[in-house]
């Protein structure tokens, strides 16, 4: 029986150690298993990129701006000499400073009751660009838009600038429209709401 025994003890203890080789293989092939599920996970992974964004740059905004055009000297005519002339004639002139960049501007005026009138604008070289007197209505003083009206300068026709300016006082006050061309320049009679006549020659610069 002891023969038999010790062949039961080593039966039991083949079995006991196959037991244990199989746990131990079992164990390694789960976590072979798991290592392959991982690395299956880890190769199925979705790798998310960040977005293309484009960018589209718009050119700057550009402004146009609108140059008034210069206007051009009446040929022939002096500031200075014109100014004499309003002098001599009790015209008490000084400087304004109200004026385009650019201009000088002279205002004149006589020393009556009723007030005439006389604004000259002109180059820094002595050039009248634009001439604006104004009487009251009915006055001896709207004499002076006569003499404004027949001033000499190139191409000046006073015959012409004379009954022009008739024509438009005698007319019930119908005044000729803007820019109506005598001697080469435009004039412009109107009347300013206050009883007042206000004759334009040539082109002031916008102030």
């Known amino acids: 029986m002891s023969v038999g025994g010790r062949q039961v003890g080593v039966i039991v203890a083949s079995s006991v150690a196959v037991a244990v080789t199989v746990v131990a293989v079992g164990a390694c092939a789960s976590a072979d298993d798991a290592s392959s599920i991982e690395s299956g996970q880890a190769a199925t992974s979705t ?99 006569d003499f404004l009206a027949t001033r000499t300068w190139d191409g000046a026709d006073p015959s012409a600038a004379q009954a022009w300016l008739d024509a438009a006082m005698t007319s019930s006050m119908v005044l000729g429209p803007p820019g109506t061309n005598v001697g080469g320049q435009p004039f412009h009679l109107y009347a300013d709401g206050t009883g007042r006549l206000i004759l334009d020659i040539g082109v002031a610069p916008p102030v």
Do not use: K
């Open 47 to 145: 790798t998310h990129l960040p977005s293309t964004q484009t960018t589209t740059s718009l050119p700057p905004a550009t402004t146009t701006t609108t140059v008034p055009p210069t206007p051009a000297p009446i040929p022939g005519l002096v500031a200075s000499t014109l100014q004499g002339q309003l002098t001599d004639n009790g015209f008490v002139c000084v400087p304004s400073d109200s004026h385009a960049e650019g201009y000088q501007v002279v205002d004149c005026a006589t020393l009556s009751d009723a007030v005439a009138t006389v604004r000259i604008v002109a180059t820094p070289a002595d050039e009248v660009v634009a001439m604006e007197g104004s009487a009251y209505i009915g006055t001896e003083d709207q004499r002076w838009l």
